[in-house]
Structures are given as structure tokens and as C-alpha cells.
């Protein structure tokens, strides 16, 4: 797997940092506008009352929790993945891992908003946080959302952290490239790293650290998130299998989420050389893996409802296996298992738009899967007299596709700001390559880029 | 700024519209004195009488401080007043012993209802179109004076129509002076899913034309006759305070009850046995009984005296009654029948009750003579758990003012097509008569019609004048509870709360346009206070030293044993002259083109749309359906997949009279040839919860009468239903399922 | 310490929902309209819950009235986050108001879908607010709401009681429902009184919890019909 | 003062310039070294020395799993509030917050110990924007005037160039 030579490295990973095409703008114009259509519903939403949104009794929760369920999800492959890249050393992991855990940071931001989003008051939402008032009183900690509060925040530290430790000796590069406005703001991000063998040395246990702390936070995060739903005495809701199966069902879901943003980022910032189709293959067989595994987890839950045969169980199980949730919950399968086997499973079909489809599929099955835990088990509790049916409203919808805005939005600034592929764990990697190799690289004389279409 | 503003202003600065405070604000508001002491946050209790039903349940109103919206002098201010809050069964009342129903809970809402009518009004658009100008009282009485002197001058009294609520009661006593000493015919009472009809039988069978009442707490086995009596029928809450300690209230004697009728009510729900039997035929079912009570020799014919008098054929033991014919003209197999027989004969005391859909057949009066005839067979009639009749005071008599009875008038729509002068009393007959009748048409052309009601409703939007009454709260509160205690009660208690508007209590009105027309009529009272007050001096006083009158200010009425001289004797109408045998109910429309048999019933929130314009009942889900705001058509499961009509479907309900379209209901509660709605939906101008709301059966109902009678036969329409389309949302259901179990396993 | 607790029987009730619109009365509960009742936003503290039972002919309609429990071991309690929903020391499941944020995790974790949630500002034309029950605060938009017992009566009567130095007698205290219910199927009292009617009546053979296999231990009992 | 340093093509090389430095009398901690990348592989990549850190994430995460366990129980029991039947301070429940602090307080500590060890933030005397393009700088920070020359001499590699810094 041929490395271009240390110098192209530079000029091809700063490129998007250096210049800027009219594409840019147009793109952060029609996501943004998105998003402030999301922020102008939800203003209204706070203002005339929560009755706009589609949520009714006795169905309490919809598309928000799904939502941010999905998000925090989609958050997990990115640490998870390049914290066991990382501990285990695996060479294939440097351009994937900022990738990884960029997704991880902004899926995380995202999710922690809905949180306050779906409070009926959120302009009380600091309750959540334990300060000392003179009212004495103080958050309930026996409560599954308290501890979602305290998860995510350390786990938004953690990766926030553990995404920014390696851009600092990235940011002393753009530094020295840089010139004018440019090399001042750097040189103050930089915060005068040198690269003595000192600081990388540093630097590079903090990151064993991190990576070894981050891991059972970032499975501590998905398993409290099941807690929300697994400690309420709900049909369907209320089974110990919640956790490992959020928690499956996250890395699934962010693996995914990853496949999607490393294919988009390949194709625009044209970086063929270094996203090779090994990276998608290995992560492909990843993908594979964590199917099953949710097969596995979805198939366990439903055979012991099925057995068990409660009879408010079954009445949800029914609902989702052939009454009105069956056609949503069959699409979720396809997705979510028919698809990734079918296209990841066959080494022909395992190429980068293979990839894509599945992880695509993936995103919209983990989706669906969030909603048909959610939205049935509430609708049909132990009382039938108190059955619900629950349709989603104009506001929610627009919030749930601005989330997608919000997180390429996010992406496409953050691929403006830093380097996407971390350009000193690179030069590492090439460094250890080319001992491997007997025969230096070279620069070898690949034309720098096709085209000039950079971002 | 607390946080909650500061995203409420980010909103709409980010429109750009300037945010408009709306009302005046707080420091601006101008507090006038308050005219009445009140200590603020303590309850005080008063008593009233709840004037919604016939049953006339006593009240205990908790007030307590409240700050209304005055407008004093041309400002407008806010003055603290002390207020109704809540209203409360009177525990001491011999009627409802303290609960209450939930239309009495919502009695309040006619008090502080927005749409209330507040002042005198004028009408100033066409007749009907419900455009009205305010005007004083004085020229409102006075343009009543001017039209009645008309009539005098003309002599034309007698072409006076009055309609109004109930002919019982010390207001009915008052109007009906009024039109005798004027010389106008008797005033219109027109209610109806009133018992004209089981009047009409109990005075035949047993000489008192009045509605019985139900020792229920004693009786060991009811059998009920398509009576709703523990939903809306006769006096509910009382009856529904019976069957709690009939079933529960012995220790180890359970009462048992049986319910017959061809759709499911919410009495039904509760029976131990619900019967389903073809319409019409629940007289035939009860023939049916007696015959086989007979024949076993479980009873003697002779016992049912008089009441047996009255069926053809009773002395000989019923022969034509035979169990087989009683099956093939009801339904119901002959071994339900000796089962249902037994049942009465063993578990004693038995009483059987007959109200609601079976009287109002073509052969309605035959079926409550019959049942008439089974009570007394039974030995029910004035015995423990048995059928009594609340002794009933005779108002002439305690007042010691000359009896008025003014002649009998005509039915509804000879009267108001004969009419010149229409007065109205708390009546809506345009939303309640059969279309037939032609009501509307023959308002119309009446040269001049007044109404006292609260509330602009079908038949006051026709009114030239409307002078508002006060609600029952602003008001002398009066009843005189026909049935529902065993003991004589006289309800009454004056004015709970300050009146909020500028309206007058109708009785002082009428007895004012009485002392100005060029003809006084010098009632025998100034006020309607000196009338109660004349009644309560003839009873004995209820507590030592102190009178009746002061008593009933304090507890809500006077109730006990009446003396003797002021009881209403049993009027000596003779029996029947000829003994009536069972005749088929007869339906309006051919069985072929109109296959189903239309099947309106008083709902459980509106009665018969009197009460849909308060919003606690428009939302309090329906005991059967769940459904809240909205109108329904019941249809049997099996007739609903035959029709291709699935739950929540628009269905098209078409009579030989009237079509009208509302969404379908698919209930296994229901016989296969019956189609149910409730009534009290589909006004067209009711204030602004009931406008437009649902669709009214009455609409398709043929005009046909119960024969001996002319109540109207409400339940005889024949109708054809169709689907027209898939749910269109206007039925909300309050529950998502109606079955427990989870059906079939796959 | 009391301990407060109702006793349903299913014999006496005849679902006439009597006791739906006095709680509506008692505690300002304010009426949502039409289109918002359509979308499932109705809010009834107390409902009268009937379930149809065979096929016609022989059909039977079962009634059950369901207002809130009032748990021992209340699921909805554990998971607030801000300590809105609690339970008292005389045995109510409280819920504060102004401490609710709205995040209406118990109305799920509820078994019973006993809790309704408020999705715009309570409102009442004029002049009905003169209704408006004064001890019984109102709720804003965004908050849960649900059956206190009447803790208002509750409260009120105590203090009575004890400025009048004698304990409660049982049955003074009588939520709304109670009182207006015409068949006196709903009984109120303190459990943990022996000889209070409540107690008796949760002692009959008849008595049963609701969804007892869920684990809350309710302090409603339902005597069933036979 | 004067700084002298010097740039070289590969890892190779600057390990030489560093072996003649040594050989000239400078010890380890006088010699500054600047590299793109860390090099794993050649002996002058491992002169940064040991760290405490390990231990001082433990610590703090000892320090995050103290405050959890106090801010749990003193709020838990300065007004304890029966909810569901739970005890006032129940343990499972509390365990999650307490996990969760823990691990917070090991991030911190760690992030608080890298930004204080590596001197992040503090401006250096020598630099050179080359060091990013792949060169490694080898070279001495503080000299007295008379020792430039001779380790000028000592750098002179082959092909780096030499500098001197004011």
C-alpha cells in the first residue's frame, strides 16, 4: 500500500485548508439554511407550546428520542473504531482515524441537543445540572437521564480530547504553511508544539491513555442510553439484552456513518491516494461483522418475547411483526441485515459503492430500528382503553432531516478548518513503511491531482 | 427577562413582528369595591337544585372569591365577587343522597358559559339568522305587553302558544296562572324522550299519572325493559345509588338484574343477562312472562288487580302468550323465557322496569301496560324493592291560591301553526321535533315570538325578543321531584351567587308583563318568592322552632311525610275501558328499500341536546364509544362486514323522511337489524362548542305516534345505510383499543 | 402517618363518568377542544375504561375506572430527573409542578397512562375562568399533571382536624370523584387504619390490584364484579 | 546566547549529528531536537524520558470517582426524598455516576498532565518551518559565544546547513 512521498503529503492534505472554491460557500449557504429552518421551528415549538409536534398521550416520545438515540449512536464507531485502531496498532488505521472520530464529535454534539429539544420546558433544562441553589434541591441521580447527562458529557470531553490532541502538531504544519490572518490563528492553536521527542512522546501516551479510557465510556454512553427505555416497566422495553444491543446497534450505525463520510470525502477532496479500497474492505468486513452481531441481539430479544408470551407483549409484538408497524419493520431488516450480508458478504460487491449502499442502508434501518423500539411499546401499553397511535408533525420532520444538514454542515467547516487525515500519524505510518521496505519510495512522479477541482 | 421570554423574543424578533401585549396591563386595571363581604380562600356552601333533568338532584355549591370582569359607569374594571366553584351532591337530599351525575357536575358551566346571552336583545336581521341589537328591559317587556294586548283586544287569546321545559314545578305553577287567568290554552312541554307514555300506563293501571320510582336497594332481581336507568332515564342518580346498594349494599344478598333490549346501553353493560330482542317487541316478552308465571302457578292472576285488568285476556291466564309466540314475535327462545320467568318468581322482592326505546314504538303504550301488569302479578307494586310512587304535594292546595288550569293545548304543531304570539321557555322544540311537523316553517310565519333563554339556540334565534334569564345559580332554584325518593320532596333555595349580567329570573318577569298588560292578571303573588314562600308555610317545619321556609334556605328543600290534605290524590281516571291486547309495532317505511330499524337514544352527555353546549360534556368521553365532540352511528359487527363498513367509516343513514351522515361505530352491542345514534348532536347554532357539531338523528325520524297517545314514536323509522368513504376524522375516539385479550398467535 | 389509598368496586359501578368531569370540576383540568382532543390530547385524570367481552349475542362491556395508583413502588418516580414526580410520606405520589421540566419520562415509565401532559397553555374562555378552583394550582404549558387524591381536601381537612385537636374520621376526607360517584363505588380512607372502610374493602376476597404482575404495588384495590 | 542547530534529511542523520554532539561534551538535556513525525525508530526519538502520567490519570481517577461518591451522597442525603422505593443512597444507580466521573477524571488528568509536561504554550528559541516538510533540526539552545564554533564543527553534516540564532 504505496504512500505518496512526505512533501505531496502536505501540499495534498492542506489543499481544502488553503483554498477555497465557490462550491464551499454554495454547500454552507443550503445546509445552513437548513439548519436555521430546524432552529426557527423549534424557537416556535418553545413559543406556542409543545402541541405542534406530533407527540400525544399515550405516546410521549417520538422523533426526537429516536433522534437522538440515532445520533449518539452513530458517535460510537468513530472513537471506538480508532481507540482499538490505535491500541492494537493497525497500520491501515492513520487516514481513518480523524475521520472516525471528527463523526464521533459532531454526532455527539448533535445528539446532546435533543435532550433539551424534547423537554416540554427547556428553559429549565440547567435543572439537569447539579449546581448548588438556594432551593436546596438538587437532580435526581437515580434517574437513567441524569445519567445520560453525565455520560455524554464525559464522553463529549473524552472524544472532543481525544480529537484534538492529534490536530495540535497538524495545526503547527498548517502553521508553518500558512501565511498572514492565517498564521497567526494557527500558530495560537498550535500552542507552541515543537516535535521534540519529548512532546511527541507525550503526546503519544496520552493517546494510549485516552484510547484505553474512551472505550468502556464510550459503551458505558449506548448502555445507559438503552437504560432510558430498559428501566421503565414498558412491553418490549424492560429486558436485560438492552444493553450490548444499543451498544451493537451504535457501533453498527457509526461504522457506517463512517463508511458514508470517508466515500464522500475520498470523491471531493480527491484523496485516492490515500483512502485506499482496502480502508472500505476492512471496514466493510467490520460492517459484516456488527450485522450479524445485531441479528444476533434482534433475533434474541424477539424469540424470548415470543416465548415468554406475555400477553402486552405480545400485543407490541404483533404490532411490529405483521399489524400496522410490520412494513416499516421488514424495511428495517432488509436494511439492516439482508443488505450489509448480501453486499459485504460477496467479495464482488465488497468495492467502495458497495460500501456505501450498505452503510446507507444501515443508516436508514438503524433509523427505523430506533423508532419501532420507541414508538409501538408506547402506543400499546399494558391497558388496551389507553392504546395510542402516534404521526409525526411538520416539526419534527424538518428537525430530524436538519440533524443530517447539521452533521454534513458541521463536517464540510471542520474539513475547512483541520486536515481531514492527520498528516504526522501519516508521515509516522510512511516513516515505519519505507523501513519496511528495502527500496526508499522516492517521490514517485504521480501527477499531484487530477484536476484541480479541490474544495 | 427570565429565560423563557428571552426565547420567546428571539422567535419573533427573528420575524421581525413587534410582540403586541395583549389586555390591559396589571397596574392599569381598575379594581372597583367589592358589594358583598368575603372572607378570601374560605368556602362557603349553599344549597340549589340542579335544573338540567327532570330528576331535580339537590345541590351544595361551594363558593369561594374570584375577581370578575366588570364594566361599571363606562370603565371597564375587575371587582372581586364570591363565586360558584364547584357544584356538589346535597347529602341530606332524599333524591341523590349526596352524588351527583356528570351532567349535574356540569350544570356551572351554564353560569360562566362565554356565549350566554347578557342582556335584553332586539332582533335586527331576517327571523333565523340570529342577528339581534341590544335593548333595555323595560322596552323588552314592553313590546311583550303590546303584543298580548294585541291578542286581549282581538280576543284572540287562545292564539297564545307557550312552550316550555316541564309541566311540574312551581315555575310551570306560575306559567300555567298566567295562561289561565290571560285565557290561553295550557302551555307545550314538549321533551322528547319525556314518559308521556308510561304517565299515560301508570295511570291507567294503577290511577297515578305520574313516573315511578325503584326500591332498588331491597329488590333482589330487576329485569329492565330497554330502560336506561342507570344512564339517562327517569331520575339516574338516585337510581344509581339504588343498584350500588342493591348490589353491594346486603351482606351476603347480591341483587341481580336482567336487562331487555335491542341495543346495548350503558344499563345493559351492567345486567348479569342482557337479552337482546327485536324492537318493539319487549311488550310480547313481558305477556310472555306473566303467561308462564301463571301457568306454573308461581302466581295468581287475580293478584295483579286492576293493572291485569287492563291486557285482554289476563284473567284467562294469557293463552295467546304461549312461550313459542312470544319466540317467534321476539327472538328470544322459550328457554331463556322460563329461565327469565323463574328468575323473577324465585328471587324475591323481583320488579320489572319498562322506559326508553319500548315506548316509543307504534305499540308503546300496550308495552308499558303489560309491564305494568307483570309488576303487579309480581307483588312489586308499593312493597319493599318493589315499584312506589313519590307522593307528590298539591300546590293549589298548600298555596291556598285558586286552582288555574287552563285548557289543554294541542300538540306541538297544531299550536304553533295556530299561534300569534309564541312565547319560550327554556325549550329548543325546533331541534327535537320530527321534521315532518314542519315546525320551522310554521314559526316562520308567526307574527311575533319571545324567549326567556340563556342561550341562543335553534328555536330562540327565531325569537323577535329574547329576555334573558338568570342561570339556576343567579336564581330561586326549584324542583319537584316526580320520582327518585320514596318520601315526598320539595326542592327549592334561593340565588347561590350575585347574578353576572344584566339578565332577570323569568317567574319576576312574567308576574311584571302580568301586572302591565291593559288587563292585569293580578296573580295571586307579587313575587315568585312570596310563591315558595306560600307553599313552604303550609308544611310542617322540619327542625323544632323554626318554620319550613327558613329550613329549606338552609338545607335546599323541605322533604319528609306530607300532611295529608296536601297530597295529590290518585286521580279516579277509570280503567281502561276496553282491555288492549298486544298489537306489532308498526314502521315507517318499507322493510325492503329501508332494511334497518333507526335507533336515536338520549346520550349520555346531552340528554336530548339541551346540555351539548357545555364543554365538559362535549369532552367527557362516551361510557360505550370513548368518543368526545363528536356524533356516531352503532352498527353490529356482522351487518357492519355485510355492508362493507369498516370502524370509523362516514356511513350515509337515509330514512323515507331525511338522510344525515355521520361516522360508523362497529360494536358487537348491537342487534344485526338495528342501527344506533345518539341524540344531542348536529345543532345548528348552540354557542360556539355545539355549532355544527356531528349530525342530529331526529332529522330522519318519521312522524309517527304511539297510539293512545300523541307522544311522538321515536323509534319507529325504518333506514337504509350506505358508506360514502373512508374515516374523515371527525370521530375522536378517547381509547385506542376495546378488547383485553391479544387475538390470535401467529 | 396515614396512609392514603381507594377502593374501586367493580359491582357498584355502572360507568356513568360521574367522576370523570368532577376531577375535571375539583382540579382544573381544562378542556383541549376538539382538533386537540382528536390528536390524543385530551386530558382526563380520572377515566372510565371499558373493554367488550364474546360476540354478540352473548356480549358483556366491562367498566373500570383508572385514576392514578398512587405506587409504593411507583416506576414514574425513580426516572424524573429534577425530583417533580416523589412520593410523600402519607403515601401520594406527588407530582410539583413547577419543578417539572417536561421531559415526560414518567408518563412512560407509567404503566397505568395515568399521566397527562400539558401541550399548550392551559386556557379557559371568560368568563369560564371564575370556575377556576383556588386551591388547586394551575399548570403551565410543558408541565406533567395527573390524580392527586385531591390532595387539596386532603390537606384542607388535616389542618381542620388538627386545628379542631381530633384525628380525621374516616371517610370526612372525600376526593371528587368519590363523592359524586352515585353508586358509591369509589371509597377513599387510610390504608394504614384497620378499620377504615378502604382497609376493609381491601381486605374482601374480592380485592385485586391492577397489573400487580408489574410489580408497583398500587394502593388502589378493585373488587371484581362476582 | 546564542542557539546553533542543524537540519538533516533523515532519521540516520540526525542520529549521527546527535552521537557528535554527545561526543562533544553536550549532555542530553542541552540538545534540542525537532522532528515531523515521531521516530519510533531511531534512538534521539526516545530522549523525551519517562512520565508520571499513567499514575497521574489513575489519580485522577481516583480524585473523579471521590467527587462523584461525595456529590451523590451529600446530595442524596441532605434531603432525602423517597422516590419508588429506592433507598436514599442507592448504590446501583449511583455506581453509573460514579463510573462516568471516575473516567472523566482520568481524561482530565491525563489532558492536564500532557499540556504541563510537554511545555505546550510556552514559545521556543529555535524553529525552523522547514521541520514540517520532513527535515529533523538537531541542535543546541543556549552556547556561549566561544563553543558556536565548535559545534558547528560537530553538526556539519554532509548536507544539513548550520545556523545560528541571536
Redesign the interface.
Known sequence: MSQPA??RI?VDLLRPLLRTSWRFYFLVAALGSIVLTAL?SW??Q??????VT????????GFYVTNFVFWIGISHAGTLISAILRLVDAGWRRPVTRCAEVITVFALMIGAMF?II????????F??F?YPSER????????????D???I??YL??SV?FLV?PM??DF??VR??ATGVRKTIYTYLA????????????????MQ??AI??V??AV?VHT?VS??FS????PMWQSTIFGPYFVVGAIFSGIAGLLIAMAVLRKVLHLQDYLHPVHFQNLGKLLLVMALLWGYFVFNERLVTYYG?G?SE??VF?RT??ESFAPLYWTMVICNFVLPLVLMGIRYFRTITGCVIASLGVVVGMWLERFLIIVPS????????????YRPQPVEIIIAIATFAAMMLLYVLFAKLVPIIS???L??GR??AS?AEAVGEGGDARPVARGEANL | MDRRSFIRLTAISGTGAALASCGTPENELIRFVPDEDIVPGQAVFKPSVCPLCSAGCGLTVRLMDADADVMRNGKSGVVRILAAKKLEGNAAYPVNAGALCARGQAAIQTTYHPDRITQPLKRSGQRGDGRYAAMSWDDAIGEVVKQLDALETAGKQKALAFFSRSNRGHRSALIAHFLARFGAPASISYDIFGDEVLRRANAISFGREQQPTFDLPNARHVISFGADFLGTWNSPVSQGHGYGLMRQGRSGVRGTLAQVEARMSQTGANADEWVPAKPGSEGVIALGLAHLLMMEKLRTAAAAGRAGAAIDGWSAGLPDYAPERVESLSGVSTARLTRLAHALAERTPSVAIVGGAPLAHTNGLVTALAVNALNALLGSVEKPGGLFFTPQINLAAASKAPAATPSPSESLDKAAAAAQVVLIDGANPLFTAAPEWKLREALQQVPFIASFSTFLDETTAMADVILPDHTFLESFAEALPESGSLTAVVGAAPAAMKPLHDTRATPDVLIEISQKLARPLNLPWMTFEEMLTATFMALPAMTEGSDAWTDAQEKGGWWGTLPARLVTQAAATPAATKPIAYAEPGFDGDATQYPLHFLPYSSSAFLDGSLAHLPWLQEMPDPITSAMWSSWVEINTATAAKLGIADGDVVEIASSHGTLRAPAVVSPGIAPDVVAMPAGQGHRTFTRYASGRGANPIEVLAPARVEGTDALAWAATRVKVTRVSGADGSLILFAGGSREEVRGRG | MPKWGMAVDLDRCDGCGACVTACHAENNISTVGADQAARGRAKHWIRVERYWEGEFPDVRLKFRPVMCQHCDNAPCEPVCPTYASHHTPDGLNAQVYNRCIGTRYCANACPYNVRFFDFFNPSWDKPLHLQLNPDVSLREVGVMEKCTFCVQRIKATTIQAKSEDRPVKDGEIQPACAQACPSRALVFGDLSDPESEVSRLSRSPRGSKLLEDVGTKPSVTYLSKQ | MKAVYGLYEDGQAAQQAVNRLRAAGVNDRDITVMSSQPMEDVEFGHMGGKTWMWWIACGGGLLGMATAFGLAWLTETSWPINVGGLPTFAWWPNLIIIFELTMLGAILATVVTLVVSARLGRSSTIYDPAVSDGLILVGVEETSDARVRELQDALGAVRGEIKVVA
Open positions: 512526505h512533501a502536505n426557527v424557537l416556535s418553545a413559543f406556542f407550546g409543545f402541541g406530533g407527540i400525544r398521550w399515550p405516546v410521549y416520545w435532550p424534547h423537554l416540554g420546558r427547556p428553559w429549565l433544562a435543572w439537569l447539579p436546596l434541591i438538587w437532580p435526581n441521580f437515580r434517574s437513567p437521564l441524569v445519567w447527562f453525565f455520560a458529557n464525559t470531553t473524552g480530547l490532541l495540535i502538531p503547527a504544519v508553518d504553511k500552542c507552541g508544539w515543537r516535535g521534540t521527542p519529548r512532546q511527541w512522546h507525550r503526546l503519544e501516551t496520552a491513555i485516552m479510557g474512551i468502556p465510556v458505558s445507559i437504560f432510558d428501566m421503565a416497566p414498558v408470551n400477553p405480545m400485543a404483533w411483526q405483521r408506547l402506543g400499546h401499553k399494558y391497558l388496551p382503553y389507553s392504546y395510542g397511535i498528516i504526522w500519524e508521515k509516522a516513516a515505519s523501513l
